[in-house]
């Protein structure tokens, strides 16, 4: 069992940045892949990026590809997003997610089937 814990979330105005983060709990976080997510009010959840457990490859939407960049640090149990750049449309609840397959293929790394545990979420507010 994995619990995820968002944090970082907040108001920003457009072009400025956050930082969030996702600390996870166990001893075996370096064995998952791990994802954030997504979703604006009266929208689907979707994929934001993902860094995959091991060889650390890494997984953007285009939408956020050059602005945000996801990153781990498996001593602290946590997953970064730095978010810069950011723009209206980016305001949305963000969530972290886990996946425990040793197989993280593109595919998997955007869908939400691939994940087993999802963090509450944390706000982020875009100002124009």
């Known amino acids: 069992q994995v619990q995820l814990v968002e944090s970082g979330g907040g108001l920003v105005q457009a072009g400025g940045s956050l930082r969030l983060s996702c600390a996870a709990s166990?001893?075996?976080?370096?064995?998952?892949?791990m994802g954030w997510f997504r979703q604006a009010p009266g929208k689907e959840r979707e994929f934001v990026a993902a860094?995959?457990?091991?060889?650390?490859?890494?997984y953007y939407a285009d939408s956020v590809k050059g602005r945000f960049t996801i990153s781990r640090d498996n001593a602290k149990n946590t997953v970064y997003l730095q978010m810069n750049s950011l723009k209206p449309e980016d305001t949305a609840v963000y969530y972290c997610?886990?996946?425990?397959?040793?197989?993280?293929?593109?595919?998997?790394?955007?869908?939400?089937?691939?994940?087993?545990?999802w963090g509450q979420g944390t706000q982020v507010t875009v100002s124009s």
């Open positions: 860094i995959r457990c091991g060889i650390r490859t890494t």
């Open positions: 997610a886990a996946a425990s397959s040793p197989t993280f293929t593109t595919a998997q790394a955007v869908g939400l089937r691939a994940y087993d545990y």
């Open positions: 166990g001893r075996t976080f370096s064995s998952y892949s």
